[in-house]
């Protein structure tokens, strides 16, 4: 999926009932064929030649220190669980897994998982909702080297030139995003396009106004989709926001036909491409001063699957261990222009890349949209998908909203 595999993806969407049928069906059934008892197996998302390389290096080092070998099997993130549960019906699963966070909870819930703690894995010095993050009802199944999240991204020379402040709250991001719409040049850019980019970032603005994806027609995820509602009734927002993924947002920012962006820290390195671009970072805004800006945890997980080979899954976490240590963080934050998970890691982080500063303050309040629904999450994010493309063009949130939360309930 290239470089920005960390952030959220389309999914494949699997009918829980059939992960979890085929998850059991293949620990019943044995082992499999017979595996290299020195060669261990990962299966992840780095398709793009610098993420492979990355990971390739730090599974050398680690493989080095434990005295075996670590290999990667790399395919397209939207093909990770489609192929982990074609690997566990054929009894061929690999012993470590990197999930996207938001898809983790599915394979858990299937009991396709081991509880890392179980080998070992203990979570001290990581925050409460990274910790989350890689967790389902309870147990931590989900080890995390490093993660993302949204901020604000501006042109500085755009800001400078009319005089303006970084906003900080909705009233003033509206009017400098206004006062910035000018010629071929809209105030902000993001992505409400019908799918998991568009909700993505609309957590920010649901959680910080009080919203909750357990009730999507509630008063504070209403009054959300109206803010960004008013955003685009103002011109501040193209109208082909409702088509854009957040790659083709940092497209347009880069062009200079957005002066501010909702956008990941995966842009960063494109963004370095650009000497003219002058940007910073900041916070996303909040409903009003003084409020706690809220912003989804994006990234993968290392899993440990369960194969029925203790000795295996133990050596297995040990690797996992090892990816997540504090140094193997760093260097992979450093990397990717992620967060370390780690909350040592990060504090070293920051000093590293003080430009980032404001994304390492988004993370630490930050959540997992798998926190309150689990494995239920798929179906509220396809609601909230066709509740964006309703709004957007037409309908009222109030309406939209309503269908959304029926579609969630119901499944249609």
Request: aromatic share 8%; charged share 20%; net charge positive.
């Amino acid at each position: 999926m290239s470089k920005r595999f960390n952030r959220c993806s389309r999914r494949a969407v699997i009918p829980r009932a059939t992960l979890s049928l085929l998850v059991v069906a293949a620990a019943l059934t044995g082992c499999g064929r017979p595996r290299d008892s020195s060669v261990y197996r990962v299966l992840n998302s780095s398709t793009d030649e610098t993420y492979h390389r990355w990971d390739a290096q730090a599974m050398a080092r680690c493989g080095e220190r434990l005295g075996v070998a670590v290999e990667q099997q790399s395919v397209p993130a939207a093909q990770v669980m489609t192929k982990a549960l074609r690997m566990a019906s054929s009894k061929s699963l690999p012993d470590i897994v990197q999930f996207d966070a938001s898809e983790m909870p599915a394979f858990a819930a299937a009991g396709g998982l081991v509880d890392l703690r179980t080998l070992g894995l203990g979570t001290g010095d990581i925050p409460r909702g990274i910790v989350n993050f890689g967790s389902y009802k309870g147990t931590y199944y989900g080890a995390a080297r490093s993660v993302n999240t949204l901020a604000l991204f501006y042109d500085k020379d755009a800001l400078r030139q009319a005089a303006l402040k970084v906003p900080t709250t909705w009233a003033e991001l509206r009017r400098t995003a206004k006062e910035l719409t000018r010629g071929g040049r809209y105030g902000l850019a993001l992505s409400a396009g019908g799918a998991e980019d568009g909700v993505f970032q609309f957590t920010p603005f649901m959680w910080s106004n009080g919203g909750d994806e357990t009730r999507l027609d509630g008063p504070g995820v209403v009054e959300a989709l109206d803010y960004w509602k008013s955003l685009l009734e103002d011109g501040s927002l193209s109208k082909s926001t409702v088509g854009w993924t957040q790659a083709d947002v940092n497209d347009q920012f880069m062009a200079g036909n957005a002066a501010m962006m909702i956008n990941g820290p995966w842009q960063v390195e494109t963004l370095n491409t650009k000497k003219s671009l002058h940007w910073g970072i900041a916070r996303i805004p909040v409903p009003k001063a003084g409020e706690k800006s809220v912003g989804p945890l994006g990234g993968a997980v290392l899993t440990v699957p369960d194969t029925g080979d203790e000795r295996r899954e133990r050596m297995a976490g040990r690797i996992v261990a090892c990816l997540t240590s504090e140094r193997e963080q760093l260097t992979y934050a450093r990397n990717s222009w992620m967060v370390p998970a780690d909350e040592k890691a990060a504090a070293a982080w920051r000093g590293q890349v003080p430009e980032l500063d404001a994304l390492a303050d988004q993370v630490a309040t930050a959540r997992s949209r798998t926190a309150k629904l689990g494995a239920g999450w798929p179906a509220v994010s396809l609601a909230l998908q066709s509740a964006f493309q309703a709004a957007l063009t037409g309908q009222s949130s109030q309406a939209a909203l309503r269908r959304a939360q029926q579609r969630a309930t119901n499944g249609n």
